[in-house]
């Protein structure tokens, strides 16, 4: 298609600096020693400890290690010993600072009244002591609905959804206050993969009315959480659903998105032309499905990405080679774009991905493709301020500038103390160091 000077306007910079300028801040720090008096010409160290930005992932495969399951490798991710599991939480946390962890009504409590409470609870507490915001993903789904609904009258079925969704949010308040409160609600009433009788409660209440359910009911269990609609769905039925929920007086806190792209990138400008037409309703855009592979592409007469099976789906070097490629050219447009708050790539490692997709970040032998070198030199490269030595002014003053997130400020054999640099934003900070 001829370039027009509208589709021209809309694309990214390819200047990183103006691209990304938005995610920026500053904080002038005063730097004070131990009797309160501000340290003139004082040596500092600054260093960023960690992004405001979500660079997130999956952390199903994380259950088992974090809830100490060790004496059977089986459980611990895919069969990897635990040592090896624990290496690869080491490469996670090197990279990102978001979990979503599966709360699949199915498989979370496939004998009602009996929940996983106790194991997800303790996975969401190893993320968190390790500096992770975490997501709980999702509250209600037709897909993977549990069996045990099937047979209950709708006024049945809609107290059980409002009576679990109270117990979860209310049991993991405080460790998880990020919930996806509804999923692919577009396609929910006429939904015909497998018989739910989520789907039939929809056909009586309506996508907005399963929507009211899920984020009112979510709301009074615990008013702190951020509630996320997502949808697979980017066609206007989805934005014709945002608009008739937020008329509907709905408190949505976030729009999430998802791309898998496992028919190839859709490339810089079909995802910067997503992202307007999501980021225009003026709530922050969650990109809360990604995926790229490393392989063969899918066909793209596949319209249901869940209908192609194949026996056997290697990564390539060829395929490692665009796929670092493109996860750089998706995440750069991703950032750049000021609307978006969070990116959750779908899956860590190629063991145990989604339709067996070669789309993680590690091959099934446990190490990181090209894709995981690419992005660390993003997340902890580019957009990260590495230790850097600065001296204060007469007035024991410092400029601590970059991208969104926590910082350290800290003096030769002290410890440092946190400061805080908010995108977009200037601000002022006093620490005490020595």
Request: proline residues 5%; negative net charge.
């Amino acid at each position: 298609m001829p370039e027009t000077e509208t589709s021209a306007s809309k694309r990214p910079s390819t200047d990183l600096a103006r691209a990304t300028s938005h995610r920026l801040g500053t904080t002038t720090v005063t730097v004070r020693g131990a009797d309160g008096a501000p340290l003139a010409d004082a040596a500092v160290t600054v260093e960023q400890i960690s992004h405001q930005f979500g660079f997130g992932n999956i952390g199903f495969d994380f259950v088992a290690l974090a809830n100490g399951e060790t004496g059977d490798p089986e459980h611990v991710f895919g069969g990897a010993s635990v040592e090896s599991a624990r290496r690869l939480a080491d490469l996670w946390f090197g990279l990102f600072n978001h979990a979503t962890l599966p709360f699949y009504w199915r498989g979370f409590e496939p004998e009602q009244g009996r929940p996983d409470t106790a194991r997800l609870l303790t996975a969401a507490r190893w993320f968190v002591e390790r500096g992770t915001t975490v997501k709980g993903h999702p509250l209600l789904w037709h897909t993977l609905a549990p069996t045990w609904l099937l047979g209950l009258s709708d006024a049945e079925v809609e107290q059980t959804i409002r009576a679990r969704i109270t117990r979860d949010v209310t049991d993991f308040a405080g460790v998880i206050d990020l919930w996806d409160a509804i999923n692919e609600a577009v396609i929910l009433p006429v939904f015909t993969a497998e018989e739910n009788a989520v789907t039939y409660l929809a056909q009586t209440k309506g996508r907005v009315g399963m929507v009211k359910l899920a984020f009112e009911t979510a709301r009074a269990a615990n008013p702190n959480a951020r509630l996320v609609l997502n949808d697979f769905d980017l066609s206007t039925n989805y934005e014709n659903l945002i608009e008739e929920c937020l008329g509907a007086g709905i408190q949505i806190d976030a729009i999430g998105v998802q791309t898998h792209m496992h028919q190839g990138f859709r490339g810089e400008d079909a995802i910067w032309d997503i992202l307007e037409r999501f980021g225009r309703f003026g709530l922050p855009v969650q990109m809360t499905e990604t995926t790229l592979l490393s392989g063969d592409i899918m066909p793209l007469e596949i319209v249901d990405l869940n209908d192609y099976q194949v026996e056997s789906w290697p990564t390539t070097p060829e395929g490692e080679a665009r796929q670092a490629d493109e996860m750089l050219r998706h995440y750069r447009t991703v950032v750049s774009h000021p609307a978006v708050e969070s990116l959750t790539y779908w899956g860590f490692a190629d063991e145990g991905s989604w339709l067996g997709a070669p789309s993680g970040f590690v091959r099934l032998d446990g190490s990181p493709k090209p894709s995981y070198d690419a992005l660390m030199g993003l997340v902890k490269g580019e957009w990260w301020l590495a230790p850097t030595e600065m001296v204060t002014d007469a007035d024991g003053r410092v400029a601590v500038e970059g991208f969104g997130g926590e910082y350290r400020v800290s003096a030769p054999g002290d410890a440092g103390a946190p400061v805080n640099v908010r995108a977009g934003h200037t601000g002022v900070a006093d620490v005490t160091v020595g």
